[in-house]
């Protein structure tokens, strides 16, 4: 299986558009030793031919820009290397990208139902999109393996199995009641020819029971490192809100994800959906240090891995 880094960012990318924080500065001036960072997204494939997005952010159009295998191939007048798109949750920055992917070329969209429902209710991308183009959307169940088809009915050998991390809506669809099951997932992708396995999980609240057996095995993790710190936001003075609130675990700590990670039997653990603010970003500093220190990676946008 093939993966590609598209974007290593959480929501705003790095640096934001609005934020004087350190390392947004520090990118501003050119300073050595940190990377720009485009909104989070993972490409994964098992050909190097078909290739499924999994979330779509609002930068995509760069991101295909700036990965060959996503370009028009072949001889077609118009073509795609995006073979499908997966969505773990409704957020703007794991679904936005749909909007930018209207124009006319084949590929499914992969959910859980309630990530379906909320898109319909309060941010109507499916409606909007199907207004220039069919698009087939699949519903993902949690827990079972759905096989990743192309838009052109060609099966690939990649499933895709979600599990439950977060009970946490969008902002945009707090008015929403019910069951809140699938709101925020993980995805296990397995390709079947060679048993190669990824996880994928840009959303974590807490490291549970469910997570823990969904790393069991995997050749490479992508862990949510959005902050160092659950207090990260509130000490810079740019949020009132918490990690835990916005539904993050904190990177730092005892009960931070670093602490789980570095203990895990797993060769490559990576850390993405980095928020702007987290000194992680920055090769020179201790906290960087901290993380190379476990093994664990710091994602940027072009890494590419092959298990
Ligand atoms: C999140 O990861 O918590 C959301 O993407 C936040 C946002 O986009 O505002
Ligand atoms: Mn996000
Ligand atoms: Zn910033």
Redesign the pocket.
């Known amino acids: 299986m093939k993966i590609k880094v598209l974007g290593a960012a ?3 990318g790095s640096p934001q558009w609005n934020c004087r924080c350190p390392n947004c500065i520090s990118l501003r001036n050119g300073a050595p030793g940190i990377e720009p960072r485009t909104q989070s997204s993972v490409a994964v494939s098992s050909d190097g031919d078909d290739w499924y997005l999994l979330n779509v952010s609002p930068d995509i159009r760069q991101q295909i820009q700036d990965c060959s295998e996503l370009t028009p191939p072949g001889n077609e007048p118009r073509g795609t290397g995006i073979a499908g798109c997966v969505l773990t949750d409704a ?4 679904t936005t990208g749909l909007l930018l992917l209207r124009e006319n070329a084949n590929f499914r969209i992969y959910s859980t139902p309630l990530v379906r429902r909320w898109l319909n209710d309060y941010f109507p991308i499916e409606p909007i999109v199907s207004a220039f183009v069919p698009r087939e959307w699949e519903e993902l169940s949690l827990g079972e393996p759905t096989a990743l088809v192309s838009g052109k009915g060609k099966a690939s050998t990649l499933r895709v199995t979600a599990f439950d991390l977060d009970t946490h809506p ?2 945009f669809a707090k008015a929403h009641t019910g069951s809140a099951e699938g709101s925020v997932v993980g995805l296990i992708v397995e390709d079947t020819a060679t048993g190669g396995k990824m996880v994928y999980a840009p ?1 974590v609240e807490a490291i549970t029971p469910a997570l823990r057996q969904a790393v069991e095995g995997a050749q490479l993790f992508f862990m949510d490192g ?1 902050l160092w710190s659950n207090e990260e936001m509130i000490t810079l003075g740019l949020s009132q809100r918490t990690g835990l609130d ?3 675990i904190a990177v730092s700590g005892n009960d931070g994800s670093l602490q789980w990670l570095a203990g895990l039997d797993i060769p490559e653990r990576i850390y993405l ?1 980095i928020n702007n603010t987290n000194p992680i970003l920055d090769t020179r500093s201790d906290e960087f240090r901290a993380v190379r220190e476990t093994g664990v990676r710091v994602a940027t946008d072009g890494d590419a891995f092959d298990i």
């Open positions: 959480a929501g705003g957020e703007i920055d794991h969008p902002l959303g959005t916005m539904g993050h959906h």
